[in-house]
């Protein structure tokens, strides 16, 4: 029965995609039509400011999914030191590495206050980075360095140069080329995202930034950000982290999604409305949060304890009151308040619906949580995730675990115990492979090109594509 569904589940994948890429939902961005400058900024703040918020302490297990390159090891934007992800997985931090807050996180709040706010653990401008680096980046501003106190080959620190009537001599930071229009959106998502923290702005971050709604940005700081911006496009590790935190935390970047934004709002077509594009466009019940196939992670938990997450329910246009239904092995474990959530409530600023996890049993639990109904199309899933141990982590195997990559015609994974039951399937869920793990490095030569999906102890991993 377990395989009939890992099966089933594979051509469900596959029939919702082949590749990664950029996957805007239809009506999330419905506000923003026919908006200029700050109008746009505002709508945006509104949209996305509704989002999960995650626990700081459960990071590394996101950015597992978020920051890995192809080849499994840490995406580190703050230097070229190569690191694998801590094999005890979880919530382990990695050797030498912090969770950065690229925008310093004493901008907004003082020491005792700083952790109440959502910008806290909002993985959008969070990062795993060089320990070293950061330490020396400190709190200062973005800027553009001639001398230096820290040069690594990717980060530099020293005196702003950048050269700008107004602009700061004070300490910047300054990213490599190939990250800088990264940092330029990441930058441009904060101070949209929290619109709100306006009078908030505090400490080294009035440099960059002015205590105002629109356009934020000092003079010198839009003007060498839009240079970043434009000068290094949206990448492919952008668009793939952007769909992975949205499946976390239930928002995007839009300035990865539609980067002519920038110039709409800060940029040279602040006099133009922003038409967003047709088939985006939605009058039809739509589910904008949480987005399918989000995952809801618990963290590592002792048994018969309990933590709750939160994940807010918001719609556009529906019919009528939305059904939940909790389902999966491990639903016993997991608790939900109601079982209907009210369309006046979802249309309107969003219903915030909380998830408990109390296990009685040791292990890795799942279930999902199935929405309905409300005149959407179909059907929403929520993955739930928690684990139950006591001391050592659990190694937590999930849909895009890194330790599962393609190396030319090859499938590369690492099962970290011995003995793990190890099936590999191509896109007609047929076995192609079934062996055991050995606890280190394994491969496996597939014979043609294709998507396959790597299942460990009966549990759907990743979807990989071989090319040809």
């Not at 935190?245 to 980067?259: A, E, G, K, T």
């Not at 959530?341 to 639990?365: D, K, M, Q, R, V």
Request: proline share 5%; net charge negative.
């Amino acid at each position: 029965m377990v395989r009939q569904k890992i099966i089933l589940l594979i051509l469900f994948l596959f029939s919702l995609s082949s590749s990664f890429g950029q996957q805007i939902p239809e009506g999330y961005y419905n506000n923003i039509d026919g908006k200029q400058n700050r109008e746009i900024k505002t709508q945006l703040h509104k949209i996305l400011k509704v989002h999960t918020r995650l626990k700081y302490n459960d990071l590394w297990f996101y950015f597992r999914t978020t920051d890995v390159k192809d080849n499994g090891t840490v995406w580190d934007m703050y230097s070229n030191t190569v690191r694998n992800f801590n094999p005890n997985g979880g919530n382990s931090s990695t050797s030498g590495m912090h969770k950065e807050h690229s925008l310093p996180k004493s901008w907004w709040g003082t020491s005792s206050e700083v952790e109440s706010f959502d910008a806290y653990t909002d993985l959008n401008h969070l990062y795993p980075s060089d320990g070293d680096a950061n330490t020396a980046k400190s709190n200062y501003m973005l800027g553009e360095i001639n001398s230096t106190t820290f040069n690594n080959g990717v980060s530099k620190v020293g005196r702003n140069a950048y050269s700008y009537p107004g602009s700061s001599t004070a300490n910047a930071f300054e990213p490599a080329d190939e990250y800088k229009g990264d940092f330029a959106r990441t930058y441009f998502y904060m101070i949209t995202c929290y619109e709100d923290y306006a009078q908030q702005w505090r400490s080294d971050g009035l440099n960059m930034l002015n205590q105002e709604v629109y356009p934020v940005l000092k003079d010198w700081a839009k003007d060498m950000l839009l240079k970043w911006h434009r000068n290094d496009p949206v990448s492919a590790k952008e668009i793939i982290r952007n769909e992975e935190v949205y499946l976390y935390q239930s928002n995007r970047n839009p300035f990865i999604d539609f980067p002519q934004l920038v110039e709409y709002i800060w940029g040279d077509s602040t006099n133009y409305v922003f038409s967003l594009p047709e088939d985006l466009k939605s009058g039809d019940p739509v589910l904008i949060t949480p987005p399918n196939l989000t995952e809801v992670y618990f963290g590592d938990i002792h048994k018969n304890s309990e933590v709750a997450q939160t994940v807010t329910f918001k719609g556009s246009s529906l019919t009528g009151n939305l059904s939940v239904m909790l389902w999966g092995p491990d639903q016993k474990y997991f608790s939900i308040p109601t079982k209907t959530i009210p369309s006046a409530l979802a249309n309107g600023a969003g219903y915030e619906f909380s998830i408990t996890y109390n296990p009685t049993e040791y292990g890795e639990h799942s279930a999902s949580i199935i929405i309905s109904d409300g005149g959407l199309a179909g059907s929403i899933q929520v993955f739930l995730r928690g684990i139950c141990s006591e001391g050592s982590p659990i190694i937590p195997i999930g849909s895009n675990d890194p330790d599962i990559y393609t190396d030319g015609k090859e499938i590369v994974f690492r099962t970290y115990e011995a003995n793990t039951e190890v099936n590999i399937y191509n896109s007609l869920g047929r076995c192609v492979y079934s062996g055991q793990g050995t606890a280190d490095w394994q491969r496996f030569s597939t014979s043609k090109p294709g998507v396959y999906l790597v299942s460990l102890n009966d549990k759907c991993c990743k979807v990989v594509t071989i090319k040809d």
